[in-house]
């Protein structure tokens, strides 16, 4: 169960809507922390203990492809499960973000339903109550 | 340099529209310009197509999207939500295009961020004539068009 | 016993031996709702995306309309003692029927009207069965909370 969330996206209304779904969920985390880019992120991962992390691929200073590449190479930071939320077509970033190890994709434009059905584990809710 | 047809567009800003703001939108009834401030709205992206697409609507489209985003009534969306919600829509609408019209699978596309200014609505014809294609979204009209880059 | 729920209509029951059913829902949707605790189920078979196409016939027929209709099937749900936070909701409709189709398919429009009331409710889809061009006959049984959806001779369970 995720008792520490951390969403990373430049959209606060897109941030607004992943916490209400996860409040849909009944999932009750004991705090969700907002980044608006991945260097936000990754401070807001220095100062906190996160145990999940949504994060957006596309956002101005540095993106969540880069985010992920350093959370990987930072022993604090490798095992926090990771969720990319993102418009971005790439084939080629699918992949590399496989390799990266992250645990799930989930493309915008992406329903309450379809968000639940990605995260509800690492959530600690089940996908389809 | 590959092209991207229009339908690909209209259909992508149709499934953005429905999935994440749940509207669905129509042909318009006419093509005059809608009243009240309007925005502007671009992105661009790079690669094996370049170009950029422009999305123009009123302010008060903006603060109707962001409601439907956030489940809340229009009242409540002050004009940073609506402009955030604006590139939001438009940013899903690029990605969806280019993941939908193929271009994607003939290789990599970089997204910009999307940027953002008011739109002087007497351009609204020209806008228009360039090629757009304009839809009713829930009583306020869009129009959304594609730049071809070099 | 049969509780048959008719077009532009609402209809909940307490009783673990009803079945709450609807015949030949077309670019109508049937919303179904279970509360497991309280072993409540109601159906509402609306038309029409929004009241706000017809205020007055909305407060003459609620049910003809997404909105008004899931106000009015919470509403009777809540009196038989059904909590909406406990509600698993269940669609199935919203087919293009012959000559309504492209922008105007009424029966897509129907779906996305749902969704948003559901959304601004706070309320997840369990299952649902929409689109397609067959009309569907679907049961609600108020026992459990399953649903069959019964269209072109096939019967499966939702």
């Not at chain 1, 996160?50 to 200073?61: E, F, G, K, S, T």
């Not at chain 3, 309280?38 to 027929?61: C, F, K, N, W």
Request: charged share 20%.
């Amino acid at each position: 169960m995720s008792r520490n969330i951390l969403i990373v996206d430049d959209s606060t209304t897109t941030r607004a809507m992943v916490r209400r779904i996860i409040t849909m969920c009944g999932a009750a985390p004991d705090n969700i922390y907002e980044a608006a880019d991945g260097a936000d992120g990754l401070a807001m991962l220095g100062q906190n203990h996160v145990d999940l992390v949504l994060a957006d691929l596309h956002m101005p200073n540095m993106g969540g492809l880069e985010m992920t590449q350093r959370m990987q190479s930072n022993p604090a930071m490798k095992n926090i499960p990771v969720v990319i939320i993102s418009a971005d077509p790439n084939l080629g970033h699918l992949e590399q973000l496989k390799l990266l190890g992250v645990r799930g994709h989930l493309s915008k434009p992406f329903t309450p339903e379809g968000f639940r059905t990605l995260v509800g584990d690492l959530l600690g809710v089940q996908a389809n109550a | 340099m590959l092209k991207i047809h229009n339908d690909h567009l209209e259909a992508s800003l149709s499934d953005a529209l429905n999935v994440m703001a749940f509207i669905s939108p129509m042909p318009p009834e006419d093509m005059a310009p809608p009243t009240g401030p309007a925005l502007r709205t671009r992105i661009d992206f790079e690669g094996v197509t370049t170009g950029s697409l422009e999305l123009v609507c009123p302010l008060a489209f903006g603060a109707m999207l962001a409601a439907n985003l956030l489940g809340t009534e229009p009242e409540a969306s002050d004009n940073n939500a609506s402009g955030d919600a604006l590139r939001e829509l438009l940013n899903v609408t690029c990605g969806t295009m280019l993941r939908n019209s193929g271009a994607t699978q003939r290789g990599a596309i970089e997204m910009g961020v999307p940027t953002q200014e008011s739109f002087d609505i007497s351009n609204w014809n020209t806008f228009i004539e360039s090629d757009a294609v304009v839809v009713d979204a829930d009583g306020c009209k869009l129009a959304i068009r594609m730049i071809d880059g070099i | 016993m049969n509780i048959t729920v008719n077009v532009s209509d609402v209809r909940v029951s307490a009783n673990s031996e009803d079945v709450i059913v609807t015949y030949a829902l077309g670019s109508c949707i049937g919303v179904c709702l279970f509360d497991p605790l309280a072993g409540v189920a109601g159906m509402l078979h609306y038309q029409l995306p929004t009241s706000t196409m017809d205020a007055a016939r909305a407060i003459e027929r609620p049910a003809m309309f997404a909105d008004t209709g899931m106000a009015l099937l919470l509403q009777q749900m809540e009196s038989l003692g059904a909590l909406k936070q406990r509600l698993h909701v269940k669609l199935a409709g919203g087919a293009a029927m012959l000559g309504d189709s492209g922008s105007f398919n009424i029966g897509k429009r129907n779906h996305t009207a749902i969704r948003k009331i559901l959304w601004q409710h706070g309320m997840f889809i369990k299952s649902e069965d929409v689109g397609g061009n067959a009309p569907r006959t679907i049961y609600l049984t108020v026992a459990d909370g399953v649903l069959t959806i019964k269209s072109g001779g096939i019967a499966k369970a939702a």
